[in-house]
């Protein structure tokens, strides 16, 4: 869904120009009639709300409010807790991971090749065979095209801290990118990740030296 969305955005970002999006702007504010009448609305509610906030119900529902996000937040917190923050370099790098491998498993399944008449099992195996080849041949297009340059901008900038030479290996190699090539991807970016993880915690805990 997410690369639906970054596609579709992508096309409508190379189809049109900032020019559109202001002409887009002056069709909606033409069809949103009285803004005036609209100003007073809320000026009023305002009015209306501050008091009522003032008062002892309104505090009590502030404070419940307060409370609530608090304790959202604080749970939200605890659930990452344990896990790379979603913006460092390995919660990133899992984030790629998971999202291809989602892709992976929702690509179309393996076709089974229907039973011809008087076609033997040899050539119904060969057919299959040819089925999948074309399949995996579909998969390498989509995964260079959606994550490729991803993995490999990723791949780098785990370079600039440690070269990895079983990345190294994946990405600059004329392998035939099978299921078995992308088991290894994903293998080598959850490895990569709880590595640098693993760094960045010893780096935390090394002893401060004092002057």
């Known amino acids: 869904m997410g690369n639906a969305i970054r596609l579709m955005w992508e096309k409508l970002r190379d189809g049109y120009s900032k020019l559109t999006a202001f002409g887009i702007a002056v069709v909606v504010v033409s069809f949103i009639p009285d803004w005036q009448g609209r100003i007073d609305f809320w000026s009023k509610a305002i009015r209306w709300t501050v008091p009522h906030l003032a008062s002892p119900i309104g505090r009590f529902l502030l404070v419940i409010c307060g409370v609530v996000i608090i304790w959202l937040d604080h749970r939200r917190v605890l659930g990452r807790r344990g896990k790379p923050h979603p913006k460092s370099l390995p919660g990133r790098t899992l984030k790629l991971k998971d999202q291809i491998s989602g892709f992976i498993e929702k690509f179309e399944p ?86 640098e993880e693993s760094r960045q915690k010893n780096i935390k805990q090394l002893p401060v030296l004092s002057r």
Do not use: W
Request: glycine share 4%; aromatic share 10%; net charge negative.
């Open 110 to 195: 393996l076709p089974d090749p229907i039973v011809r008449s008087g076609e033997s099992e040899v050539d119904r195996i060969i057919r299959r065979i040819q089925l999948r080849a074309d399949r995996n041949h579909r998969l390498e297009h989509a995964y260079e095209l959606r994550f490729s340059a991803r993995v490999t901008a990723i791949y780098h900038e785990f370079g600039e801290i440690e070269e990895d030479q079983e990345m190294n290996g994946l990405i600059y190699t004329n392998r035939y990118k099978d299921h078995e090539y992308f088991d290894d991807v994903l293998k080598s970016l959850k490895r990569l990740a709880e590595k």
